[in-house]
C-alpha cells in the first residue's frame, strides 16, 4: 500500500500528516488499534483498522502519535478461523515493533511503543570483514561480560556496563584478548522469565523443567525487530523499556565496538518464536507464522513446540526485513541463526540474497542443524556454518564415552584422513568433507551448549568429576598439568586450521561452569553445567579473577589471535598448498602450509602429537624455522630457532615459521 508515493509496511509509518499502522491478520474478522497515554493505562483510545486483500489491516491516525503506546486487539466471527489458545482476545503488541514495554512476567503484556529516532552515529560505519576467514569469533553472553563484581564495570545497564572504559570485563576483555569478533547470544527482545516453577498458571502453562523459571540466553523470541531491554538503564523490577534507552544504549555498544574494529553478530532465533507470553505470532497468527502437521498440531523439532513457518512468503519477509532493519539501524555486521537447518531452503537464498545485494561483506552463518544435518547443503547456498566436525574431531563429543584426538583416541566418526581434512577446511573433495570452501567453515570446540572445553577436558580426563559436588572450587578451576597440555594442544588444533575461528566465552581461561547455590530448587548445584540456560547467576557469570588461576593458558590463546590475525596462510590458503607427513602413527599430524596464495610472506609448519605416552621425533622440511608457539608459549614474536627435527612431548604441539625465499 503506497499514500503519496510513501510505502506502507507493517508497523508505524511516518506521513505528513499522519501514523500509519498496519498488521497482518487475515484471519480476524474485525481489527482495532488502540493507543495508550501510558504504558500502565487500563484504558486507550480504539481506531477501527481496514483490510486490504491481501490480509493487511491498516489504519491512519492524525497527527504524529510518537510518545504513545499502542496494541492491537482482534475479533473472530469464525470459530474455525479463531486461533487456539488462551490469548486470542487479548491486546497484543505489534509484531514489527521496534521497541516494547513489557511486564517481567511470563506474559510480559507488552506494549508497542511509538517514537522517532534520532540516534547520532557519529559517521560509524559497518566493520565487515574483507575476507570472513580474518575473524576470530568471541561468542559471549552480553551480561556475563559484566555481572561478576570482578569485572569492575559500572553503569546503569548492562549495555554501558559493556563500554565501561575503566573495567576488566566487557568491551576491555576483549580488546585486551584482542578478538576482532563479538557474536551476541540473542538480543532481540524475548520474555525474561517462564511460567512459575511446578505451578499450573490461569492459562493452563505447567512449567515442570525449569526450577529458575528464567529465559536467561533469550533463544526465545518474542519481537523480532525491538532490542532487550531487561539489559539498558531503564531497567525496573516491575517493567523493562519504558524508555527507548535499550536503543540508543545498543548502538552506543555496537558503535563503540566499531571504534575498535570489532565486527559485531546477533545470534538470531527464527526457527521458533517464544510460547508463553502474549506473543501476536505465537497466539493471534499461529496458522501464518507457525508450522502444524495434518492434524492441525503444532511442529516440534525445534523442541518448543512453536516451529517457524519460513517458507509462507509473509513469514519469510518478515525474517528478510527484520535482518534488513539491524543492518540499516543498528549497523549490525552479520548474523548466526540458530537451528537454521529448520528454515525453508527458499528463505536461506532470499535472507542471502537481500543482505549480499545491500551488503556484500555481511557475515551470515548457521547452526546448520535442527530439521536436518546441512552444512554441505548451506554451503552449496552459499552459506557458511558451525563445523561440528573439527569439534568432535579434536574433543569429542562425549568425555567419557567418545573422546578425540586431544585424548589420544578417535571419535567415533573420526579417522586419520577426516582429520586432515578438517585442517584444510573440511572441504567437500575430502574425507568427511563438508563445504566448497574454507570460508564456510566456522571451526570451534566451545560454544554456549554443552559442557565448556575445560570442563569436557577435566572430565576427561576425570570421569568421576562429571557427578560430583565440588567442594573447593579453585582446585578444580586451576588446571593440572595434564589438563593445561591437553587444553592448549587443542587450541593449537583450532587456531591451525583453515576457515572461521570461533571461541567462546572463558575459553581462553579454562572456564568452569560450576551450578551456583541460589534460593532456586536445583538438585545439581555444585556440579559441572552442561546445559546452563536459565541460570542469571554465577554459573554463567565472568569471574575474571579464574584468568590468574590459569594465566599461561590465557596468554597461549592471546599469543595464537595475535599470530593468527598476522599469517593469512593459517586461515585462508588453497587446498593444494597444504601437505601432510606421516610417520606411521595416525595420533602424530605435521603439515606443512605454503603462504604463496593468501599473500602471506611466510610458510608454516604444523606439529601435533595427539600420543598420550610417547615423544614424536619429526623430521622438517630443509631450511631454519622459527618457533612461534610449542607446548608452552604461543607469540607472533618468535622465540626459538629449529632445524632438521624437533622432538614433540605427549599431548602437546609446535608451530613453525619461515620467511619464503
Not at 153 to 175: A, P, V
Not at 220 to 243: C, I, L, Q, V, W
Not at 597 to 602: A, E, H, K, V
Request: charged share 25%.
Amino acid at each position: 500500500m503506497k499514500i503519496n508515493n510513501l510505502e506502507i509496511k507493517p508497523g508505524v509509518t511516518f506521513t505528513e500528516s499522519a501514523t500509519h499502522f498496519c498488521i497482518y491478520c487475515p484471519n480476524a474478522s474485525e481489527m482495532n488499534c488502540i493507543l495508550f497515554d501510558d504504558f500502565e493505562s487500563e484504558n486507550g483510545v480504539e481506531h477501527s483498522m481496514q483490510i486490504d486483500a491481501q490480509g493487511y489491516w491498516h489504519v491512519a491516525i492524525q497527527g504524529d502519535q510518537a510518545g504513545r503506546w499502542y496494541g492491537y486487539k482482534a475479533k473472530f466471527n469464525d470459530e474455525e478461523l479463531k486461533p487456539a489458545g488462551p490469548y486470542t482476545d487479548e491486546l497484543f503488541a505489534d509484531p514489527y515493533s521496534k521497541h516494547v514495554t513489557a511486564h517481567n512476567s511470563y506474559r510480559q503484556d507488552a506494549r508497542s511503543y511509538i517514537f522517532r529516532d534520532e540516534f547520532d552515529w557519529e559517521n560509524d560505519a559497518h566493520c565487515f570483514p574483507d575476507d570472513p576467514r580474518d575473524l576470530i569469533i568471541y561468542e559471549a553472553h552480553l551480561k556475563d561480560l559484566t555481572a561478576h563484581p570482578s569485572s569492575k564495570s559500572s553503569g546503569q545497564g548492562f549495555y554501558q556496563k559493556f563500554i565501561d572504559r575503566n573495567q576488566t570485563g566487557g568491551i576491555n576483555h576483549l580488546k585486551r584478548l584482542g578478538v576482532n569478533c563479538v557474536e551476541f547470544l540473542p538480543l532481540h527482545k524475548f520474555p525474561q522469565c517462564e511460567p512459575p516453577f511446578e505451578q499450573t498458571t490461569p492459562e493452563g502453562f505447567t512449567n515442570t523443567w525449569n526450577p529458575y523459571s528464567a529465559n536467561y540466553w533469550g533463544y526465545m523470541t518474542s519481537y523480532f525487530f525491538a532490542p532487550e531491554s531487561s539489559f539498558a538503564s531503564d531497567y525496573s523490577n516491575r517493567y523493562s523499556g519504558k524508555t527507548t534507552a535499550a536503543i540508543t544504549e545498543f548502538k552506543e555498544m555496537v558503535k563503540a565496538l566499531h571504534k575498535e574494529n570489532i565486527t559485531v553478530l546477533m545470534d538470531v532465533v527464527f526457527n521458533h518464536t517464544s510460547l508463553f507470553d502474549l506473543n501476536p505470532l505465537t497466539h493471534l497468527c499461529p496458522d501464518q507464522y507457525l508450522r502444524s502437521d495434518e492434524k492441525g498440531h503444532l511442529l516440534n523439532r525445534s523442541g518448543t513446540g512453536n516451529e517457524f513457518r519460513s517458507e509462507n512468503p509473509v513469514a519469510r519477509q518478515l525474517i528478510v526485513d527484520s535482518i534488513l532493519y539491524w543492518m540499516e539501524e543498528y549497523h549490525i555486521d552479520g548474523f548466526r541463526f540458530d537451528l537454521a537447518a529448520l528454515l525453508d531452503r527458499k528463505s536461506w537464498d532470499a535472507i542471502r540474497t537481500a543482505v549480499h545485494e545491500k551488503y556484500p561483506n555481511a557475515v551470515l552463518i548457521a547452526e546448520p542443524w535442527g530439521g536436518y544435518y546441512s552444512p554441505h547443503h548451506f554451503s552449496d547456498h552459499d552459506w557458511a556454518s558451525w563445523n561440528d566436525r573439527i569439534r568432535n574431531s579434536i574433543k569429542g563429543s562425549d568425555p567419557i564415552h567418545d573422546k578425540g584426538f586431544i585424548f589420544s583416541d578417535w571419535q567415533h566418526e573420526t579417522r586419520r584422513e577426516r582429520l586432515e581434512n578438517v585442517f584444510k577446511g573440511t572441504l567437500n573433495h575430502g574425507e568427511g568433507g563438508l563445504y566448497n570452501t574454507s570460508a564456510h567453515s566456522v571451526n570451534y570446540l566451545e560454544s554456549h551448549d554443552g559442557y565448556t572445553l575445560a570442563d569436557f577436558i577435566r572430565i576427561g580426563l576425570n570421569p568421576e568429576l562429571k557427578d560430583q559436588v565440588i567442594q573447593n572450587r579453585e582446585e578444580v578451576v586451576r588446571l593440572d598439568e595434564e589438563e593445561l597440555k591437553l587444553a592448549k594442544l587443542a587450541a593449537l588444533s583450532l587456531f591451525t586450521a583453515q576457515g572461521m575461528t570461533m571461541i567462546h566465552t572463558g575459553q581462553e581461561f579454562a572456564r568452569a561452569k560450576i551450578i551456583a547455590k541460589t534460593p532456586c530448587p536445583d538438585d545439581e548445584v555444585g556440579r559441572l553445567d552442561h546445559n546452563s540456560y536459565q541460570k542469571d547467576n554465577e554459573t554463567n557469570w565472568i569471574n575474571f579473577n579464574d584468568i590468574e588461576l590459569n594465566r599461561s593458558l590465557f596468554e597461549y590463546y592471546r599469543g595464537l589471535i595475535e599470530i593468527r590475525k598476522q599469517s593469512p596462510a593459517l586461515r585462508m590458503c588453497s587446498p593444494h598448498e597444504i601437505s601432510f607427513e606421516h610417520y606411521g602413527n595416525p595420533l602424530v599430524i605435521t603439515f606443512y602450509i605454503s603462504g604463496n596464495d593468501s599473500g602471506d610472506f611466510n610458510d608454516y609448519y604444523v606439529l601435533l602429537n595427539g600420543m598420550a605416552d610417547e615423544t614424536a621425533h619429526c623430521k622438517l622440511p630443509s631450511g631454519t624455522w622459527e618457533v612461534i608457539a610449542d607446548e608452552n608459549i604461543a607469540s607472533a614474536q618468535s622465540f626459538d630457532i629449529v632445524q632438521h627435527s624437533v622432538n614433540i612431548a605427549p599431548c602437546c604441539g609446535m608451530l613453525l615459521r619461515k620467511l619464503r625465499h
